[in-house]
């Protein structure tokens, strides 16, 4: 009786501590919500969208991908108000891979800063930081007023929502979030914004391609 009792008091014990013996599920760090990610100076550059049917993601950073930042000397002449557009900001993401061609790439221009007579100061921060809001942007080829969107697909050809008969006609393009701030190490001022947009991208030779479901962030340079 006792040897009987000593072994159902071990069975007992075995059971209990290997009822208590699992371990925590790990953590998921998963992010299922389809939030936007924090928006800053600092957020790597990104584009998404689908292009001809065809999905296409760029992440700076991934995938060789780089960011960039341009500005497009322009010309022309207001007569509505007497002003000279010269600056338009370009932002974007190029392959910088190993066929070094810099394609595929995508990019948004934003025009313009207007110079003589009205603003003499045409780099100024405060002349900058007015080419973004939170707001709709016209499509214009001429970048006067409005932005235009710039593909080069992997094969090396360009598309634009610029290009050819540049219609744009129910297309879209709208700045959701406007941030701005100093580059902590080269000390230029810098606009970072969120887009969602729809165009239609033309290669000048009677082609097209339709862009739905864009979205894009980055950051323009004032420089």
Excluded: R
């Excluded at 110079?115 to 921060?125: H, I, L, Q, V």
């Amino acid at each position: 009786m006792h040897l009987k009792s000593i072994v159902i008091v071990v069975l007992t014990s075995c059971l209990f501590f290997t009822g208590c013996s699992k371990s925590n599920p790990t953590p998921s760090t998963s992010n299922n919500n389809n939030t936007p990610a924090p928006l800053s100076i600092a957020s790597p550059a990104n584009f998404n969208a689908t292009i001809g049917g065809t999905g296409i993601a760029f992440t700076e950073g991934t995938n060789a991908m780089e960011a960039i930042y341009s500005n497009n000397a322009l010309g022309g002449f207001n007569s509505a108000n007497g002003n000279f557009y010269n600056l338009a900001k370009e932002s974007g993401l190029v392959y910088k891979g190993s066929n070094g061609n810099g394609y595929p790439k995508f990019s948004i221009t934003i025009g313009a800063i207007p110079t003589f007579p009205s603003y003499p100061m045409e780099n100024s921060n405060p002349t900058f930081k007015a080419l973004f809001s939170v707001k709709s942007y016209p499509y214009d080829a001429t970048l006067i007023n409005g932005i235009k969107t710039t593909y080069t697909d992997a094969n090396g050809k360009l598309w634009s929502s610029a290009l050819g008969t540049a219609d744009q006609t129910g297309s879209t393009f709208v700045v959701t979030k406007v941030v701005d701030g100093t580059d902590p190490i080269t000390a230029v001022y810098e606009v970072a914004i969120q887009a969602s947009f729809n165009c239609t991208l033309y290669d000048g030779l009677g082609g097209s391609l339709v862009l739905t479901n864009g979205t894009f962030s980055g950051k323009f340079t004032n420089q």
